[in-house]
């Protein structure tokens, strides 16, 4: 799986976007984005993935640039229960059930 | 969605006992398993990987006689710390392979264990 670059740590005002970026330059064609996010002491959820298509759900968009070698999450109203550690990991979707590898993520800190 | 049912969420115990950690899948069959070890402010590090009916997998440097996984039903996977000490200390997270998902993995809410 390639390997993916995200800040130690981030902030955002409640009510505001945030923007979470990651960097995986060394995606081959058949890999896709994929972010979760850890509240502290729970188990990680999945917020969304994508191959290289702009994709939205009820949680977040995510937009990935044309040469697929970087990515963004947008939480587009943060309120202070989005704070968490989010993860950006880049892997061969469905076909290929191995581990899932997590980096160390993005620690997002969401404030009044 | 597909939900596992991790437990206990946390629980405290004497070095030298051992601790069993449960993780049940409640709307689908989990044929494979995963079990991360989380210690504070850092990563998820797997440990190994189980599928039903056979072996677990254990990652580099996991000790298996001591970290021991059964996974003997498509809905149950447990993992039993033995003769705990204090370093094993940590966050215990489980987590399943869903074939119905198509991003793949639901987990468990995850355990803290406490060895004192």
């Known amino acids: 799986d390639a390997k993916t670059t995200q800040p130690p740590s981030m902030d955002c005002a409640e009510g505001r976007a945030a923007n979470l970026p990651c960097n995986h330059s060394t995606i081959s064609g058949n890999e896709y984005v994929y972010w979760y996010r850890q509240i502290h002491s729970q188990g990680p959820q999945y917020i969304i993935h994508g191959l290289k298509n702009n994709e939205t759900n009820e949680m977040a968009s995510l937009i990935i640039t044309e040469d697929r070698k970087s990515s963004t999450l947008i939480l587009p109203h943060a309120t202070l229960r989005d704070t968490a550690v989010y993860y950006c990991i880049v892997r061969v979707e469905r076909t290929s059930y191995g581990k899932l590898t997590f980096g160390q993520g993005t620690i997002l800190t969401v404030h009044p | 969605g597909a939900v596992v049912s991790q437990h206990p969420s946390w629980v405290i115990c004497k070095s030298g006992t051992s601790v069993k950690i449960e993780c049940r899948s409640l709307?689908?069959?989990?044929?494979?398993m995963f079990w991360y070890r989380q210690f504070p402010k850092q990563s998820l590090m797997l440990m190994a990987t189980s599928n039903e009916g056979s072996k677990a997998t254990y990652e580099q440097g996991v000790e298996k006689d001591k970290f021991l996984i059964n996974h003997a039903s498509l809905t149950l996977s447990t993992l039993t710390v033995t003769s705990a000490h204090p370093e094993d200390s940590s966050f215990y997270i489980c987590?399943?392979?869903?074939?119905?998902?198509?991003?793949?993995?639901?987990f468990g809410s995850g355990t803290r264990l406490t060895v004192v």
């Open positions: 709307d689908f069959q989990a044929t494979t």
């Open positions: 987590s399943a392979r869903v074939d119905r998902l198509d991003y793949g993995y639901t």
